[in-house]
């Protein structure tokens, strides 16, 4: 077969086949031109840094036009132009290598500022590889968590959020150990998700995104040779901050990675979050709680033509145990380097976007799912209306307000795993010791109003702050 570009037909993986459409937003930060255009943007922005330097006598600030002469070098950066860097590594079978001669050759150029011809030698200067890596990859991922994932995440919670308001009245079983159990609402079974997911915003948005670049061990050591009178720790700090990352004073070679293992963490522990809502989601369907809108021209089953499948919560389901995987191993993996550096994060470190991708594609398929949920009220209330026994506990709890002894166990005996209907419980209840307004209380409760404050909460889940 002959091998043509890149499609969704030729693609190993689904992320950039089956599902590319999905996953593009990723690219910009985390595919491998992304890769090479965050390691030209770290290069150029320490070369800036160095000329803006006063104790560099070598160097002078740039002038601003040269400047944007730079900048336009990542920020304008083009596939042909990546294509160059990678045409280097052919020859230098080392990445960070070719994007420090790619630079050059631009400084070569006849468009480019009279200045810079003098200076090449100052690009990648005192630096090792892991210095332009790991702050790339620090700006890969925090660019992607805030202007991909996130945004997905709290689209989601904001979903769920509506879904809370407006179901926040319509009772519905609970079911604890899939038995039934005391009535909630189906709105306020949303809004617990939201306030799951909000806690996770929170934790995510707080995170840090570390970043160091002190040469080949950690300790400046090239750096103080060439210029033992430079603050290089001021200097350093003060050029990873500038980049938005928060500045590690001790590392190896290599940052450490323990940022991306809290990153993946907190990412783990959301995808828990939404694969407990796909399965539950998927529960309810299957009790026929919510129905499905059916899509022209979709087909549910090669076989049998009246099926309407949750395959969207399944889809989703599966995408982020992968993405768990994925991201658990990085988590795991990363953080662990023997002595002061070895390569077995450099290859790992390239699938920062595989974890992310199922993961993007995960929350997609379960946003479609939500859009096509439609309640079906009928059978709520059926399912309500056949489980009386479920009153069994604010009975006895009634009874242990005024002290009625073995109350507990007088309910057990009445109801336990007996089909209790709407006409057992009052003769009950009218023999009971009790004031009279408690037992028409008591008299009053059905399965359909014995919900507690669940609807106060339900609504209350739009302004909920963790």
């Given at each position: 077969m002959t091998q043509n570009a890149l499609t969704e037909l030729n693609a190993i993986s689904p992320i950039d086949g089956r599902y590319g459409s999905k996953t593009r937003a990723l690219r910009e930060h985390m595919s491998e031109f992304a890769l090479i255009r965050a390691r030209t943007e770290v290069e150029i922005r320490w070369l800036i840094a160095l000329a803006d330097h006063q104790d560099i006598e070598e160097l002078s600030p740039f002038s601003t036009s040269t400047k944007q002469f730079l900048s336009k070098l990542y920020e304008d950066m083009?596939?042909?132009?990546?294509?160059?860097?990678?045409?280097?590594?052919?020859?230098?079978?080392?990445?960070?290598?070719?994007?420090?001669?790619?630079?050059?050759?631009?400084?070569?150029?006849?468009?480019?500022?009279?200045?810079?011809?003098?200076?090449?030698?100052?690009?990648?200067?005192?630096c090792t590889s892991e210095d332009i890596n790991n702050l790339a990859y620090a700006l890969m991922l925090k660019r992607a968590m805030s202007e991909v994932v996130v945004p997905m995440i709290n689209e989601i919670s904001h979903s769920l959020a509506g879904m809370a308001n407006s179901f926040a009245d319509q009772p519905m079983l609970s079911r604890t150990h899939g038995q039934t159990a005391s009535p909630t609402t189906v709105g306020k079974e949303f809004a617990n998700v939201v306030a799951r997911l909000q806690r996770q915003l929170k934790q995510i948005a707080g995170l840090e995104y570390l970043g160091k670049i002190n040469g080949a061990?950690?300790?400046?050591?090239?750096?103080?040779?060439?210029?033992?009178?430079?603050?290089?720790?001021?200097?350093?700090?003060?050029?990873?901050?500038?980049?938005?990352?928060?500045w590690n004073p001790y590392t190896t070679q290599i940052e450490p990675h323990d940022f991306i293992a809290e990153v993946f963490d907190a990412m783990v522990r959301v995808n828990t979050i939404?694969?407990?809502?796909?399965?539950?989601?998927?529960?309810?369907?299957?009790?026929?709680?919510?129905?499905?809108?059916?899509?022209?021209?979709?087909?549910?089953?090669?076989?049998?033509?009246?099926?309407v499948n949750p395959i969207d919560f399944e889809n989703s389901e599966g995408n982020l145990g992968i993405a768990n995987a994925v991201m658990s191993h990085l988590a795991r993996k990363l953080p662990i380097s023997r002595w002061q550096r070895d390569l077995t994060d450099s290859t790992v470190l390239r699938n920062l976007g595989v974890g992310l991708g199922h993961t993007i594609i995960a929350f997609q398929a379960t946003l479609k799912g939500l859009g096509k949920l439609e309640?079906?009220?009928?059978?709520?209330?059926?399912?309500?209306?056949?489980?009386?026994?479920?009153?069994?506990?604010?009975?006895?709890?009634?009874?242990?307000r005024y002290a009625i002894e073995g109350a507990y166990e007088k309910l057990k005996a009445l109801?336990?795993?007996?089909?209790?209907?709407?006409?057992?419980?009052?003769?009950?209840?009218?023999?009971?010791?009790?004031?009279?307004?408690?037992?028409?209380?008591?008299?009053?409760?059905?399965?359909?109003?014995?919900i507690g404050l669940a609807s106060t909460q339900a609504r209350a889940i739009s302004s909920y702050k963790p």
């Open positions: 083009t596939e042909a132009d990546a294509q160059a860097v990678k045409n280097h590594e052919a020859v230098t079978n080392h990445d960070v290598k070719a994007i420090e001669y790619y630079i050059k050759d631009r400084l070569a150029t006849s468009e480019a500022p009279g200045e810079l011809a003098a200076i090449s030698e100052y690009v990648h200067f005192a061990v950690g300790n400046f050591n090239a750096h103080v040779s060439a210029y033992p009178q430079l603050d290089w720790e001021t200097l350093a700090k003060d050029f990873v901050e500038s980049m938005g990352l928060t939404i694969i407990d809502l796909d399965r539950d989601i998927w529960s309810y369907i299957s009790l026929g709680y919510f129905k499905q809108k059916s899509v022209a021209g979709e087909v549910g089953s090669s076989t049998m033509p009246h099926k309640l079906n009220a009928e059978r709520l209330e059926a399912d309500l209306q056949n489980s009386w026994e479920v009153l069994a506990e604010p009975i006895q709890t009634v009874m242990r109801t336990r795993g007996k089909a209790i209907t709407a006409d057992m419980l009052p003769p009950f209840i009218q023999s009971l010791e009790i004031p009279q307004a408690a037992r028409d209380a008591l008299l009053e409760l059905t399965p359909r109003n014995y």
